[in-house]
């Protein structure tokens, strides 16, 4: 399979903990998205990468929220002392380059759940 | 400031009618228009897009959609549902001068095709 793929697809945690998702991204795409998307809504920007830089970050992205594309390719999302509020899907999308304009390729989400 | 209006959480069509699902903008610019659909377990998929040029979009799986700048609307349609249409539908708009993939998702709306 050659689409976008993260890990872990469900994770539960209890308040507090840290947790950490990870996307890999179409191969030769080499920008990379994360969205938020809660019950009822719509996904929700977070922040992007044009291959290990990251470029902009939603408001939406608080200190306890950190993500890294180290070299290029994967990318992970860190949560730190992860709170109710945080639990959501959380998606990861690449796009091929800017004149493709909105043609997201998206994985399939990482459902957190926080107790 | 960009954003999206999805009349409808839920509409409900019998196999073989009309889809009809709703999206009205709002921008300050003449924008980039995109519906995305997601079924059950996966992630979205992108059915087609608006840029500026011809105002009558044709996507995939038979799905159309029509830009109307007096109404500020791009509702989707398709003029003969099949069961397999059942998903979630997602209109979202995008700054022609933005991020490549910074999107504003509508919140969405739920197809549900009866026998």
């Known amino acids: 399979d050659t689409g976008v793929s993260q890990n872990p697809r469900h994770k539960i945690t209890k308040r507090g903990q840290n947790v950490t998702f990870r996307c890999d991204p179409i191969?030769?795409?080499?920008?990379l998205y994360w969205y938020r998307q809660t019950l009822g809504q719509g996904p929700e920007f977070l922040t992007y990468?044009?291959?290990?830089?990251?470029?902009?970050k939603s408001r939406l992205l608080s200190d306890r929220f950190s993500a890294e594309r180290p070299k290029g390719s994967f990318s992970t999302l860190e949560i730190q002392r992860t709170e109710q509020g945080d639990s959501a899907m959380y998606l990861c999308?690449?796009?091929?380059?800017?004149?493709?304009?909105?043609?997201?390729?998206f994985g399939e989400g990482s459902r957190l759940t926080v107790l | 400031a960009q954003s999206v209006t999805q009349l409808g959480s839920h509409v409900s069509v019998s196999e073989g009618a009309l889809v009809l699902l709703r999206c009205n903008y709002s921008?300050?610019?003449?924008?980039?228009l995109f519906w995305y659909v997601q079924y059950p377990n996966q992630g979205l998929q992108l059915l087609l897009k608006?840029?500026?040029?011809?105002?009558l979009v044709k996507g995939i799986n038979g799905f159309e959609a029509e830009f109307k700048k007096s109404e500020t609307s791009f509702h989707l349609t398709k003029p003969s549902a099949h069961m397999s249409d059942a998903a979630e539908y997602f209109c979202?708009?995008?700054?022609?001068?933005?991020?490549?993939?910074?999107?504003?998702f509508g919140q969405g709306t739920e197809l549900s095709v009866k026998p």
């Open positions: 608006y840029t500026s040029a011809a105002t």
């Open positions: 999308a690449s796009l091929p380059g800017e004149l493709a304009a909105g043609e997201l390729f």
């Open positions: 191969s030769e795409h080499n920008r």
């Open positions: 990468f044009q291959n290990e830089a990251q470029l902009e």
């Open positions: 979202a708009v995008s700054h022609p001068l933005g991020r490549g993939g910074k999107l504003i």
């Open positions: 921008s300050s610019v003449p924008p980039y």
